[in-house]
């Protein structure tokens, strides 16, 4: 027993340190500073608070389930170890900071985060204000640990609320739909102050997200069972409805930054729709999927645009060549690759997406591709005296593109070639001992694959009117890859889900673009490690890695 | 046998075959107009052939941590490019540290072996926690999730040293004792150039010696023959598994340090591109083989820096130096295509995971 004790001490010192790691790392990248001024809470709490805490409170959480026999007393204990530690941690690189000059190395170990980490409180007395936040936080992590589950997760729905609803304060007053007088003199009264939510807003916002859950969540497993096939229908059809009504009024009752980022995020639904179906549906990992959205842009801007004087096509006459184009390159590619195993493949296909790239940005192809400078004047379509020339005009031939591409992925999912994709992608080998053509198979998802990168390619083209090649980099692929990862790989809700999470949101919080590849980064391997199958997984493909895992306990 | 051979090619083989000779005849077609035209003095030439020589080093270096990883986990550590970027970028403030109090230019040699002792030190303790952290709990997951894993992790390493050190570039402050040129006969070799292919020739050859002779060696390779067997031999793979990520991070931190003595300058996006040039070195040699990665990061290095003026240019390619990375990126994807298993390696591309 006393041995036990004492490991429970130890391990609840090294879950603090690595608390205190993590606090220490999100201070110095940047992250605690650049979001100091973010009010989630006015003169409570900040965005960059939150995000310095709430490791301390995950660590605890998971710390605690380590040791759920004991005691309250000991879990307490813990807890206030854990706090306490990771505290500490910041205390030293306050003092540390004091000492030397940490910004010859570190740029965001500057007095103003020193000053933030202790609140503001001068130094001999505000060494103690990081270990008691970070107790405050391992507290909190505590109450969470302690309540039954069904609470619990509507408790931390509610608290995801209040941060979302608080740190988009700005963007939320920007909705037309809001402007009416009486609504907002309620909000900005009320709910909202001068930066974030006030803390009856936050109370406020806090009981009504966290209730609705907490109902929903009772609700919600009744529901499924007891509802026939008929109502369900039905349902989905008034839903469909419901949504095409607010897909249609959006732009109308958004301002105009809202609808830059409607587009940008249907432009990467598009594209990730797309390349949905090559890792998702056939199970191959491309990474150099921008080139075949380079490729439609390209040709649309090679076909159409006055100042490369090369051709002088409309819109509407170079879609199909441009289509035409990115659907050949996916077919030209896929040719010589599509024999190679997955890994391999990833990395051919991002030489590829380079190489196109280095083309473009060539001088060997100037007078083609124009070089560094990209093509200008690209034409915007145009049917009859209706020109599609503003953002909001253009919103509708995006959505358009959307549904259809959404369509034409929905029902291949399902077809013979769907089903053949799938198989390929669970066993090759397998596959085509059941008569299925590997190269044939593969080259369809490369190819429609391409197809859909390549009107989002040139439906980007127009949008911009402009093209460059600074602008098809490695990491447009990976927000690809990311949003359909995030999203659930082979789920088409999962799609748009991925696209609103990853692009959307961080499109509405300029503050966050600096950050939004650190982000997306640890999303993907924490999505990985803790849940591959994303937010709204697909069913087969949940069983699937499920069933590895549980075949390798197993075993 | 005609016949067979008729069978046996399908239509895409064909496809690939031609595109393969076609690039074959433009590159010997380049090459002889070069040649015929003698744009170049023999001079440029051989100052060419250093740069080759210079950088294939370098790509050997971090091509031995893609081999080592592969070799033993069956996984591209995608990664890797971020061990080498992290040790250089946090040894640079030593460095300017050492400038600063004037140490670096009294006393050069100890200056560069602390330099690069911090910087092999940095580069190990991020691919030990990428190891620990990220990859040992998917050593038996599905084969991409390992993958996306890695590039994930590695925007992750990115952006927190950017995060940390800043956006800008970061300056290595010059040896004046590497400054200036050796004569060797009549060439005139930059010391930096000299001292960069020796040092990571030398380098490759004690690393060879610890895979091919020592015992933890010969424990590495048996863990990538079997796993499961070299467990039952009473080889702790897990000890080796973190052996191997060191060896790859030190070799890769070393590398970094070289690196910045050529181009002087670091930043946070400096591994992604040589990254990729030693992911395709090691793939040109044959991947999970070391003498592979020194073969292939040589020879990549010499196709890329001699091939941009010996065939580009013959063939009227204007700022062919533009392209020499494409070129390095066509090198994989012909290799991949045409000699799966490199030039000395076993065939791995198109067996299953």
């Known amino acids: ?555 | 046998m005609l016949k067979r051979w008729r069978q046996r090619v399908t239509f895409s083989d064909i496809v690939v075959w031609a595109i393969g000779i076609a690039i074959g005849i433009a590159v010997v077609y380049g090459t002889i107009v070069t040649w015929r035209r003698a744009d170049y003095t023999a001079e440029q030439w051989i100052n060419l052939t250093l740069d080759g020589l210079k950088l294939g080093g370098i790509y050997s270096l971090i091509a031995l941590g893609y081999t080592l990883v592969y070799g033993i986990l069956r996984m591209i550590n995608f990664a890797h490019s971020e061990v080498f970027m992290s040790g250089p970028f946090t040894a640079v403030f030593l460095a300017k540290y050492l400038d600063s109090i004037g140490f670096y230019n009294s006393h050069p040699l100890i200056s560069l072996i602390l330099v690069t002792l911090l910087s092999a030190a940095v580069s190990i303790t991020v691919a030990l926690l990428l190891e620990r952290i990220a990859y040992r709990r998917l050593r038996y997951a599905p084969r991409l999730v390992p993958l996306i894993t890695a590039i994930g992790a590695s925007f992750f390493l990115q952006y927190t040293f950017r995060g940390m050190y800043g956006n800008d570039p970061e300056t290595y402050p010059t040896l004046d004792i590497l400054k200036g040129t050796w004569t060797i006969g009549s060439i005139a070799i930059p010391k930096t150039d000299l001292v960069v292919i020796v040092s990571a020739f030398v380098l490759m050859l004690i690393l060879y010696t610890i895979v091919q002779t020592t015992k933890t060696g010969k424990a590495m390779r048996s863990v990538s023959e079997d796993k499961e067997a070299a467990a039952l031999m009473g080889i702790n793979v897990d000890r080796i598994i973190v052996f191997t990520f060191s060896l790859g991070g030190a070799s890769a931190g070393i590398a970094g340090i070289l690196y910045a003595l050529i181009f002087q300058q670091v930043h946070f996006y400096m591994g992604f591109i040589p990254g990729l040039k030693a992911f395709t070195a090691a793939v040109l040699g044959g991947i999970g083989n070391v003498v592979g990665a020194w073969l292939g990061g040589t020879l990549l290095g010499l196709i890329e820096s001699l091939g941009p003026n010996l065939f580009l240019s013959g063939l009227g390619i204007p700022a062919a130096n533009q392209l020499k990375d494409g070129i390095a990126f066509a090198i994989l994807v012909f290799i991949l295509i045409f000699r799966p298993t490199g030039l000395l390696g076993e065939r791995v591309s198109k067996t299953k995971a």
């Open chain 1, 1 to 555: 027993m006393k041995t036990d004790t004492a490991s429970i001490w130890k391990q609840s010192v090294s879950s603090g340190l690595i608390a205190g790691a993590i606090c220490l790392l999100v201070s110095l990248v940047g992250l605690v500073e650049s979001f100091g001024d973010t009010y989630i809470i006015r003169g409570l709490l900040t965005l960059g608070d939150f995000i310095l805490l709430i490791p301390i409170v995950l660590i605890t959480y998971t710390a605690l389930s380590r040791f759920s026999e004991s005691s309250r007393t000991t879990l307490l204990g813990v807890s206030a170890v854990v706090g306490l530690v990771a505290g500490f941690i910041l205390t030293l690189l306050v003092l540390l900071g004091q000492a030397v000059d940490l910004r010859v190395m570190f740029v965001n170990a500057s007095p103003a985060l020193f000053s933030q980490l202790m609140r503001g409180v001068p130094l001999p007395l505000g060494a103690l204000i990081p270990p008691l936040q970070g107790l405050i936080a391992a507290i909190l992590g505590l109450g969470i640990y302690l309540i039954p589950a069904r609470p619990r997760s509507a408790v931390i729905q509610g608290i995801l609320w209040v941060v979302l609803i608080g740190t988009l304060r700005d963007q939320i007053l920007l909705i037309d739909l809001l402007k009416p007088r009486p609504i907002a003199a309620i909000l900005k009264s009320v709910i909202f102050s001068s930066s974030g939510l006030t803390p009856i807003g936050a109370l406020l916002v806090f009981a009504i997200t966290a209730g609705l859950s907490y109902y929903l969540s009772g609700r919600k497993k009744r529901v499924a069972v007891s509802q026939p096939t008929k109502t369900q229908k039905r349902n989905r059809i008034i839903l469909f409805f419901v949504l095409a009504v607010i897909l249609y009024m959006l732009p109308k009752s958004l301002g105009i930054f809202y609808i830059e980022i409607l587009d940008t995020t249907g432009l990467f639904i598009m594209m990730g729709l797309g390349l949905n179906i090559v890792v998702g549906f056939a199970g191959l990992l491309d990474l150099g999927y921008v080139a075949f959205y380079a490729i439609g842009a390209y040709t649309m801007g090679v076909l159409t645009s006055p100042g490369l004087g090369l051709y002088s096509l409309t819109f509407w006459q170079a879609l199909p060549i441009a289509l035409l184009a990115a659907w050949l390159a996916g077919i030209l590619l896929g040719l010589p690759v599509l024999r190679m195993r997955g890994d391999y493949l990833a990395i051919v296909t991002l030489g590829f997406g380079e190489i196109v790239r280095l083309l473009v940005l060539s001088d060997w192809l100037k007078a083609y591709l124009g070089g560094t400078q990209g093509i200008q004047s690209i034409a915007q379509p145009q049917i009859g005296p209706l020109k599609f020339d503003t953002l909001q005009q253009l919103y509708y031939l995006i959505l358009i593109g959307i549904v259809i591409v959404a369509f034409i992925a929905w029902r291949l999912k399902d077809s013979h070639l769907g089903r053949s994709w799938m198989a390929v992608r669970e066993d090759e080998d397998v596959a085509q001992a059941m008569g299925i053509n590997l190269v044939f198979t593969k080259l369809m998802a490369f190819s429609t694959g391409a197809l859909f990168a390549g009107l989002a390619g040139t439906l980007g083209a127009a949008k911009l009117t402009s093209v460059y090649p600074h602008s098809m980099t490695f990491i447009v692929s990976i927000n690809v890859l990311v949003l359909i990862i995030i999203g659930g790989m082979g789920s088409i809700p999962g799609v748009f889900v991925g696209a609103l999470v990853l692009i959307g949101l961080p499109g509405l919080l300029t503050e966050f673009q600096e950050y939004r590849l650190w982000f997306y980064g640890l999303a993907l391997v924490f999505m990985m490690l803790n849940r591959p199958e994303g937010l709204w997984p697909e069913a087969r493909r949940k069983r699937e890695l499920h069933e590895e895992i549980t075949e390798l306990v197993a075993e």
